[in-house]
């Protein structure tokens, strides 16, 4: 397990960046004169409701480094659980782990990727890499496309595997603007591509979060059998409003997220 929190997230940054090379060009957008710093309100991770690769064992990583389970958080309809991650120090990101419920999934979908999970070495799940270790196996872009017609989160992690699935910029923090509505306005302004399922921003000031993402990029992937330009990881923003006593809601709002998943969906 690490032992530096800042180390692990500069892993998972860098791991991110090389699919997600429009991440960078959002710094650039969002950063002011005087400060360069964009700050990162929360990571997510991906994985299913196997002993193996758990939800709890990517927390594991966390919770070795401080972090403490805050909430917990349903998806009927995308067939998710997730629980979100805190740390004592609130200037570190928090962490959101979702897993799809195999069990909710057709005989196809949980023996594919019953398989390809027990393809992973048990010691790879504990070792310090993991959370950003990508793949440990290879799928056929035909099994992607019926992982696909199913399940567009299977999907995504069979080509993707271990890595961060998007960070998120705390417009909170941001210096040079004030609201979600202007950093929408600013990356449209830019060419970025807005996931607008329910609409441009989800959540409202009285559900203490707003929240938008870009789309995901579309990244050549390496399948067993070609190469094939697929999406990738996308870049979210957040907002966060003060509770009654002032103190700057840390949740997640379960409609909201659910929208958000659908930034990685093919376009």
């Known amino acids: 397990m690490h032992t530096d929190v800042k180390e692990l997230f500069a892993n998972l940054w860098q791991n991110y960046v090389a699919v997600t090379p429009s991440a960078k060009?959002?710094?650039r957008l969002l950063g002011s004169s005087q400060q360069d710093d964009v700050i990162n309100d929360h990571i997510a991770l991906r994985t299913f409701n196997l002993e193996k690769v758990g939800l709890e064992k990517l927390a594991a990583h966390f919770i070795a480094l401080g972090y403490e389970e805050c909430g917990e958080y349903h998806f009927e309809a995308k067939k998710l659980y997730a629980k979100h991650y805190e740390h004592p120090d609130r200037s570190l990101p928090k962490v959101f782990i979702s897993e799809l419920l195999l069990d909710k999934c057709s005989a196809y979908l949980?023996?594919?990727?019953t398989a390809l999970v027990e393809q992973i070495p048990a010691e790879a799940v504990t070792a310090d890499n993991f959370l950003y270790s990508g793949t440990h196996w290879q799928v056929s872009q035909a099994t992607y496309e019926k992982l696909?017609?199913?399940?567009?989160y299977a999907a995504?992690?069979?080509a993707w595997g271990y890595r961060a699935n998007h960070f998120t910029v705390s417009v909170n923090d941001l210096h040079s603007f004030d609201t979600l509505e202007q950093v929408n306005t600013a990356l449209k302004d830019a060419g970025f591509l807005l996931n607008t399922s329910g609409g441009e921003i989800k959540g409202t000031p009285e559900v203490y979060l707003e929240q938008s993402s870009t789309l995901a990029d579309l990244h050549p992937v390496q399948f067993s059998d070609t190469v094939?330009?697929?999406p990738s990881c996308f870049y979210e923003f957040a907002r966060r409003y003060p509770l009654a006593n002032g103190v700057l809601y840390t949740g997640f709002v379960a409609a909201s997220a659910d929208k958000i998943f659908e930034s990685t969906n093919a376009r």
């Open 25 to 27: 060009n959002v710094h």
């Open 110 to 113: 949980r023996d594919t990727i």
């Open 148 to 152: 696909l017609a199913e399940s567009e």
């Open 156 to 158: 995504w992690v069979s």
């Open 228 to 230: 094939a330009t697929i």
